[in-house]
Nanobody, 126 residues
Framework: QVQLVESGGDSVQTGGSLKLSCSAS????????SAWFRQAPGQEREGVAA???????KYADAVKGRFTSSRDNTKNTLYLQMNSLKPEDTAIYYC????????????????????WGQGTQVTVSS
């Protein structure tokens, strides 16, 4: 059984930084596509970043240059380093996994992923 557990969410001021973590059990990040999504109140869940089987990252335009997705294979943990945070980054952040597949160009599609974490709240105040 795959389980994903996010941590690291917090409240910060505009321009601050946070690093989210997602630890996995029953799944090895190198074996599939792994991604970060977020959902703000009243909005649909949107893809933020992904990291492919070979470690190559993908980013949504809204976070390019500010967010960095990475992983530690020895700890089997996914990370999202978020810098220069803005109030519009406020959301619940989720990690997601699709075992056995490459990310592809549709990495940002919610329905692509089989497993989800419970989410961690990020709040950015102005």
């Amino acid at each position: 059984q795959v389980q994903l557990v996010e941590s690291g969410g917090d409240s910060v001021q505009t321009g601050g930084s946070l690093k989210l973590s997602c630890s996995a059990s029953g799944y090895t990040y190198r074996s599939g596509c792994s991604a970060w999504f977020r959902q703000a109140p009243g909005q649909e869940r949107e893809g933020v970043a992904a990291i492919d089987r070979d470690g190559s990252p993908k980013y949504a335009d809204a976070v390019k240059g500010r967010f960095t997705s990475s992983r530690d294979n020895t700890k089997n943990t996914l990370y999202l380093q978020m810098n220069s945070l803005k109030p519009e980054d406020t959301a619940i952040y989720y990690c997601a996994a699709e075992p056995g597949f490459w990310c592809g160009d549709n990495w940002y599609i919610e329905g692509k992923y089989d497993y989800w974490g419970q989410g961690t709240q990020v709040t950015v105040s102005s």
